[in-house]
């Protein structure tokens, strides 16, 4: 069974601080890596997707992606409550049409 | 444009009742999945659709779901007889299919079998 593994939480961080969230696949032909946002009571919302190795960067989110580690891993700079939310990390192991793998998630509270 | 669509919104039903959730995927997606989460097993892929055609439904928990694509803009699920332990939040989600493997997720129907 090829798996999407997160620490579940919750993270708490104090507000303006860097939150660190990651996630370990277990598929080493993955090829391209999601990061979902989802309030609760809400459905996941796309917040960055990654497909090569390195880091790339959207305002205050950031996604590093590991391959040989198997490792993705989202930083967020500034950290408002506003963030406070359970954080999906997805993986597309084979590529092409196949459905996203995910993890069950980090929940991150952001604390004022 | 209008995202994905699903009704209805909250359902609750008796033990024993057929339940048919509804989807609507994005115009000119040609991928359509359908996913269970609950607190314990978390997102879950029940089937998936590839131009109306279902690829895999290995995720589906037995003969009680089923699920239908009769065209492009429509897909069905149905469980009969629903039980308690059906009891979760069903998202349908879909992709273009052209050069992104992006899923965008409807708002979910919460299912509740009482």
């Known amino acids: 069974q090829k798996e999407v593994e997160q620490n579940s939480g919750p993270l708490s961080v104090p507000e303006g601080a860097i939150a660190s969230l990651n996630c370990t696949y277990s598929?080493?032909?993955?090829?391209?890596f999601f990061w979902y946002r989802q309030y609760s009571g809400k459905s996941p919302e796309l917040i960055m997707f990654?497909?090569?190795?390195g880091d790339k960067e959207d305002g205050r989110f950031t996604a590093q992606l590991n391959k040989a580690s198997q490792y993705v891993s989202l930083l967020i700079r500034d950290s408002q409550p506003s963030d406070s939310a359970t954080y999906l990390c997805?993986?597309?192991?084979?590529?092409?049409?196949?459905?996203?793998?995910f993890g069950k998630g980090t929940r991150l509270s952001v604390i004022a | 444009d209008a995202g994905v669509i699903q009704s209805p919104r909250h359902e609750v039903t008796e033990m024993g009742q057929e339940v048919t959730l509804r989807c609507k995927p994005i115009?000119?997606?040609?991928?359509l999945f359908w996913y269970r989460q609950t607190m314990m097993r978390g997102l879950e892929l029940l089937i998936y659709?590839?131009?109306?055609?279902?690829?895999?439904d290995s995720g589906m928990p037995e003969d009680r779901f089923s699920a239908k694509m009769p065209n492009a803009s429509f897909s069905t699920l149905k469980i009969q007889p629903s039980e308690p332990r059906d009891s979760a939040v069903y998202f349908c989600?879909?992709?273009?299919?052209?050069?992104?493997?992006?899923?965008?997720f409807g708002p979910g129907t919460r299912l509740t079998v009482l």
């Open positions: 989600a879909s992709r273009s299919g052209r050069g992104s493997d992006t899923q965008y």
């Open positions: 115009s000119g997606h040609n991928s």
């Open positions: 990654i497909y090569s190795n």
């Open positions: 997805a993986v597309n192991q084979q590529g092409g049409n196949t459905p996203l793998v």
């Open positions: 659709f590839n131009n109306n055609v279902p690829i895999d």
């Open positions: 598929d080493r032909g993955s090829q391209s």
